[in-house]
DNA sequence: TTGCGTGCAAAGGTTTTGCATGGCA
DNA sequence: TGCCATGCAAAACCTTTGCACGCAA
């Protein structure tokens, strides 16, 4: 699935950092500037094709989370399966924090089941406080 | 709580407007629509700090839903009191649900007592498709 | 060779900021 | 009078698009 267009080196070093990412949450920006810092020349149009093309392809995962800030990028370990993971945003630190839990998964299931609505985590974000601001 | 400043034509007409929204969510853009068709004038700057302070005092609240549009606002009516229940928005027709269900009030206390984080329900919105646009 | 990929620059849209003016208390 | 509020224009921001050139197959 992740054979189609053409083999480049820009979307070769994109590709191998993404996957050394451990699965975090990385921007456009951090892409961008990681690559610049390995000495790899790619232009940030590139960067914002290529990951949108993985998005759609499944090898990303895509979020909004922040107001001004950009998109965030997710890196999706097929080996791993489809982990879905929750987000608790801090209100006073501004901390995120991403939480996988089983419990936590059920809540999807729950909703659709008896409320016929069905939940995207990509968008759902808990917002409170966090343990270290209380 | 309502009461911090100054009281000015722009922010009674504009208050005006959403509290007779019906608790819809509407965008800037929306506001400054029907305020120029009222014969209103008020500048876009004024609304989004306006709206950006009754935001931060618990009168609206703000969405991100789409990426490249807007934020959204939702006036919070207090009577109402929808402080102890959870929210539901579609994403495609921008409905708004009120649930209340002890499955998910028990998501609080779990998300306290595991993960240190104290949940704001008023803050806190899921994010998916309901049932009718399924 | 063919056509996708790249990257610069420019455009697109939303939100914020600087600054002078206006208006509430 | 003393501040806060307003609003225009410009800037800041993230993202997309146009277009010519580069490069994989």
Redesign the interface.
């Given at each position: 699935m992740e054979n189609k267009g053409y083999r480049t080196r820009q979307r070769e070093v994109i590709l191998e950092f993404l996957k050394n990412s451990n699965s975090r949450h990385v921007s456009i920006e951090e892409v961008l500037e990681h690559l610049k810092a390995a000495g790899e020349k790619v232009g940030r149009t590139t960067i914002y094709r290529y990951m949108e093309k993985l998005t759609e392809e499944g090898v990303l995962r895509k979020y909004?989370i922040e107001?001004g800030a950009g998109?965030c990028y997710q890196y999706v370990d097929s080996a791993q399966g489809c982990h879905e993971h929750f987000h608790?945003k801090?209100?006073k630190c501004g901390k995120l924090?991403h939480?996988e839990?089983d419990?936590?998964n059920q809540?999807g299931k729950?909703?659709k089941d008896?409320?016929?609505?069905?939940?995207?985590n990509t968008?759902?974000?808990?917002?409170?406080?966090?343990?270290d601001c209380?």
């Amino acid at each position: 699935m992740e054979n189609k267009g053409y083999r480049t080196r820009q979307r070769e070093v994109i590709l191998e950092f993404l996957k050394n990412s451990n699965s975090r949450h990385v921007s456009i920006e951090e892409v961008l500037e990681h690559l610049k810092a390995a000495g790899e020349k790619v232009g940030r149009t590139t960067i914002y094709r290529y990951m949108e093309k993985l998005t759609e392809e499944g090898v990303l995962r895509k979020y909004f989370i922040e107001e001004g800030a950009g998109a965030c990028y997710q890196y999706v370990d097929s080996a791993q399966g489809c982990h879905e993971h929750f987000h608790l945003k801090c209100l006073k630190c501004g901390k995120l924090l991403h939480v996988e839990c089983d419990y936590l998964n059920q809540i999807g299931k729950h909703i659709k089941d008896y409320h016929g609505f069905e939940v995207d985590n990509t968008k759902t974000v808990f917002y409170g406080i966090c343990k270290d601001c209380k």
